[in-house]
């Protein structure tokens, strides 16, 4: 049962575009929703984060936006660089138990010069 | 601060040995977890170790089993390994039960 969706498996845009990762999720019990960007061989790197109270959140260049009562969150990326280029994974994690963080599948990111 | 370590970085193993991953959780987490990660797809969390205890548990079968030693690093161990479990294996540490969990660079098993 994949309890978080990510959409889309693939993205390439243009320099300075803004690529937008969508999430999906149906526990109502998670309670904070991470971002991580992966380059190949490398572990996943924390990017930002956002508890289900707050709407939107800004660091940078990264944005993540947050629907509660659809229970959807993404990341937009502003004036996006070929640097950016990697895989994308949001995730979900419930401070009531389990203490794991549960993956979406991850978005390639391709940023064309 | 030193972050994650993971050892080693590479390994190829045989079907039906036993394999021992080692972590170093960042300068003053107590916590580690493990993630498997198959090409292509999100890491799968497996399990977690806090205080020395294991805290938590994915669905995974009991040939993956732990250690979390009195200096916080771990130990991830499987035996009797399947070709499955072909797949690069992640560390992550926090402080305490806090949410925010770091990742160490993995270690890629390949299993023939």
């Known amino acids: 049962q994949q309890q978080v969706k990510q959409s889309p498996q693939s993205l390439i845009v243009q320099k300075g575009g803004i690529p937008i990762i969508n999430c999906a999720y149906e526990n109502t019990a998670f309670d904070y929703f991470p971002w991580y960007q992966q380059f190949p061989g490398k572990g996943p790197a924390l990017l930002i984060a956002i508890r289900p109270d707050v709407s939107e959140k800004k660091e940078g260049r990264f944005t993540i936006s947050f629907n509660k009562s659809a229970k959807q969150f993404s990341l937009h990326i502003m004036d996006s660089q070929p640097g950016d280029s990697a895989t994308y994974f949001c995730?979900?994690?419930?401070?009531?138990?389990?203490?794991?963080?549960?993956f979406g599948k991850g978005t390639k990111l391709s940023v064309i010069p | 601060e030193t972050g994650v370590t993971q050892s080693p970085t590479h390994l190829i193993k045989t079907r039906g040995q036993q394999v021992t991953l080692r972590c170093s959780s960042q300068?003053?987490?107590?916590?580690v977890s493990w993630y498997q990660q198959a090409l292509g797809q999100g890491p799968q969390f497996i399990f977690q170790?806090?205080?020395?205890?294991?805290?938590g548990r994915g669905n995974f079968p009991p040939r993956f089993s732990g250690l979390q030693f009195p200096n916080y690093s771990s130990e991830l161990n499987v035996n009797a390994l399947e070709l499955d479990d072909s797949a690069l294996y992640l560390c992550?540490?926090?402080?305490?039960?806090?949410?925010?969990?770091?990742f160490g660079p993995g270690t890629r098993l390949l299993v023939l």
């Open positions: 300068s003053g987490h107590n916590t």
């Open positions: 170790y806090y205080r020395e205890e294991e805290n």
């Open positions: 992550a540490s926090s402080s305490g039960l806090e949410e925010t969990q770091y």
């Open positions: 995730a979900a994690y419930s401070g009531a138990g389990s203490y794991q963080l549960t």
